[in-house]
């Protein structure tokens, strides 16, 4: 992926922080969820050519 996209009007450099969590912070990610939870986002992320620079479930 380049760092930068372009189409004909405009040239952007898009960054993005992504935090998803429960009202009090619980654990509700385990096991088997846990792992197929993380391999749907990685499967996702390849398939729309976005780049994780870095990953904690």
Partial sequence: MSEQRSNGHSVSRLSV????STKYR???LKGDIQNRCRSLLIQICDAEDVQILKGVI
């Fill in 17 to 20: 922080h992504i935090v998803w």
């Fill in 26 to 28: 619980y654990h509700v």
